[in-house]
């Protein structure tokens, strides 16, 4: 467990001080490769589907229109559409050394379990994360109303 988290560390921090690398066509290849160990397409479905979910139970007149959602998820998400750019990105924030690193980790049984869950994980955290929100938006709610009184004060002030 210590080493999928710090291998989750590292992909999302690490990359940070990684030098760009060229978006090749070797390079890109690379990132097609990590993305078949990764199983990326499933998971950017299985997140997509359960973001959509997410959103419905968030807002329940939204249901009525799931099937124009899904089809304009399926549309515009489509993997393929997605992939090159998604490659690009990984470049720049990667060596590509680190990406041959990350290859070997998703094909250890602990990579294909982390690859497996990790739509799960991002859907769980992102709940996890709107559960915080709502919890705390009385507090934003109030800050922004004090700051708009405020604002009002100043500007009926200067119309004086």
Known sequence: MKKIL????????????ARAADPTPANLQLCYDLFDAMKMEKQLTETSEQMLTMQIQGNPM???FKPELEAFYKKCLQFNNLKEGIAK????LF????????IRFY???SGQVFAAKSSLLSTKVAALSQQIVMKNMPELQK???????KMLQQQKAGNK
């Open 143 to 149: 800050a922004m109303q004090e700051k708009a009184q």
């Open 89 to 92: 990105v990984y470049l720049e």
């Open 95 to 102: 060596t590509p050394e680190q990406i041959r690193d990350f």
């Open 62 to 64: 939204l249901a009525q």
């Open 6 to 17: 710090l291998l989750s560390a590292v992909l999302v921090f690490g990359g940070f001080a």
């Open 107 to 109: 094909k250890t049984p």
